[in-house]
């Protein structure tokens, strides 16, 4: 029998041990371009051990809750931000780190406007867009060696909404 995850609205302050949420809450930093834009600044910290940063693509195929999770990965040389180029949600999963090992997963559901930035070396899920046609813009290291590790769990876990 699966262990079950509940799907929890996503927050700054439940995310904070994983990533940075990406939105535009609260007030702009400062306005710019002639005072018709709010700039909400630096709202991510981008960590990369070697390498570059770069920007991609990634078409995501639809995914439907309750939702069997079986496996994690992370990227112990560098962060990684999915920004959605729509407003539709989309399923982030993370599980804390014991000596190398993901334990306890989490699972949030993304607001409209909102993208998120794992820190180098978080387990989570893969991207999981619960809307047909999502399209990410990923920031993420571009470099030489392996940057992708996986753990498949011994016994799935079923998210549910």
């Excluded at 962060?79 to 014991?98: E, G, K, W």
């Excluded at 559901?109 to 978080?122: E, K, L, M, W, Y």
């Excluded at 046609?133 to 030489?144: K, P, Q, S």
Aim: proline share 7%; aromatic share 8%; hydrophobic share 45%.
């Amino acid at each position: 029998m699966s262990q079950s995850i509940k799907v929890a609205p996503l927050t700054a302050a439940a995310f904070a041990p994983f990533g940075d949420v990406l939105d535009a809450a609260g007030q702009p930093d400062k306005i710019i371009n002639q005072g018709k834009c709010g700039r909400f600044h630096d709202r991510a910290h981008l960590d990369f051990g070697d390498g570059r940063a770069g920007i991609s693509l990634f078409r995501g195929e639809m995914e439907t809750l309750p939702l069997k999770l079986e496996m994690v990965e992370r990227h112990p040389d560098g962060s990684q931000a999915f920004i959605p180029m729509s407003n539709d949600p989309f399923l982030v999963v993370v599980a804390q780190d014991v000596e190398g090992q993901p334990v306890a997963p989490s699972a949030f559901v993304t607001a409209s406007g909102q993208g998120i930035n794992f820190h180098r070396g978080t387990w989570h899920g893969v991207l999981t867009p619960l809307s047909a046609n999502a399209l990410f813009a990923v920031v993420d290291r571009i470099g030489a060696g392996a940057n992708l590790q996986e753990h498949w769990f011994d016994q799935p876990f079923l998210i549910e909404a």
